[in-house]
T-cell receptor, first 114, second 111 residues
Framework: ETGVTQTPRHLVMGMTNKKSLKCEQH?????MYWYKQSAKKPLELMFV???????ENNSVPSRFSPECPNSSHLFLHLHTLQPEDSALYLC?????????????FGPGTRLTVT | DAKTTQPPSMDCAEGRAANLPCNHS???????VYWYRQIHSQGPQYIIH???NNETNEMASLIITEDRKSSTLILPHATLRDTAVYYC????????????FGTGTRLTVIP
């Protein structure tokens, strides 16, 4: 039980589709994160939000569009993806963003782009 | 983040203690050492963290050397469910809180 949920758990989409990943945290945290984990590669940080404001964007292509409507919800909107975008997408939250501390991860969404 | 170095893989017999080493010789005086693990195809799980003193919780113990250049995560009685990739991280203290996971140590607990 992590307190961070992600939906869907698995997603298969074509390159012309538009889909969204959803993350919800029930921990009362102020910071939320999107990570990407490709096969046999380390986790890559994609986006960081603090109290619904984006504070970091690690050179992620514009075909990934994050949205944070409130401090409990985080979305990742996907459009015109490439096969190399197939990966495990992980959401995480932490109490604050500017204080190093433990992050709590969701189970991830396994994305396959065909 | 301070650079951390871990062995790529380790085996441990079920029921025995698993000792996972990590070198972090460039760590700054105010940087904590964090340990996470990732069981196959799941999200990473926080285990423990420390600054100078040894720490223990219900999951593990963390031993940090006096010079803080290395640490060891100890799982006192490893079970098959402890098979995972273990990450040692020393995140930066300024800027957005993000964790560089590296490649970690793949621990296999053997029956």
């Amino acid at each position: 039980e992590t307190g961070v949920t992600q939906t869907p758990r698995h997603l298969v989409m074509g390159m012309t589709n538009k889909k969204s990943l959803k993350c919800e945290q029930h921990l009362g945290h102020n910071a939320m994160y999107w990570y990407k984990q490709s096969a046999k590669k380390p986790l890559e940080l994609m986006f960081v939000y603090s109290l619904e404001e984006r504070v970091e964007n690690n050179s992620v292509p514009s075909r990934f569009s994050p949205e944070c409507p409130n401090s409990s919800h985080l979305f990742l909107h996907l459009h015109t993806l490439q096969p190399e975008d197939s990966a495990l997408y992980l959401c995480a939250s932490s109490q604050e963003v500017y204080v190093a501390g433990e992050q709590y991860f969701g189970p991830g969404t396994r994305l396959t782009v065909t | 983040d301070a650079k951390t170095t871990q062995p790529p893989s380790m085996d441990c017999a079920e029921g025995r203690a698993a000792n996972l080493p990590c070198n972090h010789s460039t760590i700054s005086g105010n940087e904590y050492v964090y340990w996470y693990r990732q069981i196959h195809s799941q999200g990473p799980q926080y285990i423990i963290h420390g600054l100078k003193n040894n720490e223990t919780n219900e999951m593990a113990s963390l031993i940090i050397t006096e010079d803080r250049k290395s640490s060891t995560l100890i799982l006192p009685h490893a079970t098959l469910r402890d098979t995972a990739v273990y990450y040692c991280i020393a995140p930066r203290r300024t800027g957005a809180n993000n964790l560089f996971f590296g490649t970690g140590t793949r621990l296999t607990v053997i029956p």
